[in-house]
């Protein structure tokens, strides 16, 4: 499993001792120290048949800065790959991988599924 977070992230952190306590093992990654690439989020966003929206920290204060509510409606999805592979702190975190499923933030409801594996 990967991890792929933000240290200083409150949610992250969360997250971390939940597969923690729970017995998982898994790998961190920084997702401003190692943003992740326009052809992973497309990876991604394919695998997790969520909205690309959700892939936005949406209360992020550089997504506010930039006027993304208002400017992601007109734009196609490679755009938005784009724009989130510019910047870690645009992507929502964190981003739980494992192998098959892609989890975008931390609902503990849908990351229960993890122990059914």
Same mark, same amino acid.
């Given at each position: 499993?990967? =991890?792929?977070?933000?240290?200083?992230?409150?949610?992250?952190? $969360? /997250? /971390?001792?939940? +597969?923690?306590?729970? #017995?998982?093992?898994?790998? *961190? *990654?920084?997702? $401003?120290?190692?943003?992740?690439? *326009?052809?992973?989020?497309k990876l991604w966003h394919e695998k997790s048949g969520l909205p690309i929206k959700r892939f936005?920290?949406?209360? #992020? =204060? =550089?997504?506010?800065?930039?006027? =993304?509510?208002? $400017?992601?409606?007109?734009?196609?999805?490679?755009?938005?790959?784009?724009?989130?592979?510019?910047?870690?702190? +645009?992507?929502? !975190?964190?981003?739980? +991988?494992?192998?098959? *499923?892609?989890?975008?933030?931390? !609902?503990?409801?849908?990351?229960?599924?993890?122990?059914?594996?």
């Amino acid at each position: 499993m990967l =991890l792929i977070e933000y240290p200083k992230c409150a949610t992250c952190q $969360k /997250a /971390a001792k939940w +597969l923690e306590k729970n #017995g998982f093992s898994f790998e *961190r *990654r920084h997702i $401003k120290e190692q943003n992740p690439t *326009r052809e992973e989020l497309k990876l991604w966003h394919e695998k997790s048949g969520l909205p690309i929206k959700r892939f936005f920290n949406t209360s #992020g =204060l =550089l997504y506010q800065k930039m006027g =993304l509510k208002d $400017k992601l409606p007109s734009m196609n999805t490679e755009e938005q790959y784009a724009l989130l592979a510019s910047d870690g702190m +645009l992507v929502k !975190r964190p981003i739980l +991988l494992d192998g098959e *499923r892609v989890f975008v933030g931390f !609902r503990e409801k849908e990351w229960e599924e993890l122990k059914n594996k």
